[in-house]
């Protein structure tokens, strides 16, 4: 069965600061997608990017990056120069063979000004 | 991607009532699902909504507690029936679209409360 884990529950930080949310999953297939969503105090869950199975290249969009590494089954998540806009939960998830979406527990990220 | 509303956005309701959540995409979807958020906890899959049959519920979910249509491939309901307090979550709709169909996009989400 697949699992997703995101080990910090809660991360403060200061504006500016670079932050890592950190990710692991557990899956016995060979083709799956890893998930970011986004959700702020309004409640909405925000789709920030999806990354195939097949695919370690590292992506960079703005002041956001990722890192998958699948030899440590894991897809972190780096936010460059903090921003109190930033401040929300961050989910992981993962989607198998099954084709259900597994979240991880997710992270509450704070941005301090 | 897909644009995916819901109503109500939020609501208070009494113990022993039920409340249907409408979820409207804007374009035509093949999977539509619904989870529940509750206080500070991660998302759980509630049921797949499937367009002209019954939906497929997950374990710890029951089609009398939480039945929902999906008459269409734009539209889908969920109610929650006979509430009790426990009920308070949010609850979130989802769709994976023609074009793009290993990718789920939420809704808003309904933040219910139960008193």
């Known amino acids: 069965a697949q699992k997703v884990t995101q080990a910090q529950t809660e991360i403060s930080v200061v504006e500016k600061e670079d932050v890592t949310l950190d990710c692991v999953y557990e899956?016995?297939?060979?083709?799956?997608?890893l998930f970011w969503y986004k959700q702020p105090p309004s409640g909405e869950l925000v789709f920030l990017i999806r990354?195939?199975?097949?695919?370690?290249q590292n992506e960079i969009s703005g002041r956001y990056s990722w890192n998958f590494q699948k030899s440590t089954s894991s897809f972190n998540f780096t936010i460059t120069a903090s921003q109190v806009v930033d401040s929300a939960v961050y989910f992981c998830?993962?989607?198998?063979?099954?084709?259900?979406?597994?979240f991880g527990g997710g992270t509450r990220l704070m941005v301090k000004p | 991607s897909a644009v995916i509303s819901q109503k109500p956005s939020r609501d208070i309701c009494q113990r022993g009532t039920s409340l249907t959540i409408q979820c409207q995409v804007d374009?035509?979807?093949?999977?539509m699902f619904w989870y529940r958020q509750q206080p500070g906890q991660s998302l759980t899959l509630i049921a797949t909504?499937?367009?002209?049959?019954?939906?497929?519920?997950e374990s710890g979910f029951v089609i009398d507690k939480f039945p929902i249509s999906r008459p269409n491939l734009t539209f889908s309901t969920l109610t929650v029936s006979n509430m009790s307090p426990e009920d308070s979550s949010i609850y979130l709709c989802?769709?994976?679209?023609?074009?793009?169909?290993?990718?789920?996009?939420f809704g808003p989400g309904t933040r219910l409360t139960v008193l």
């Open positions: 899956t016995r297939d060979t083709t799956y997608y």
């Open positions: 374009s035509q979807v093949t999977m």
């Open positions: 998830a993962l989607k198998d063979a099954g084709n259900m979406l597994t």
């Open positions: 909504a499937n367009q002209g049959s019954e939906a497929t519920y």
């Open positions: 989802s769709a994976e679209g023609a074009l793009d169909p290993d990718t789920q996009y």
């Open positions: 990354r195939n199975s097949f695919d370690e």
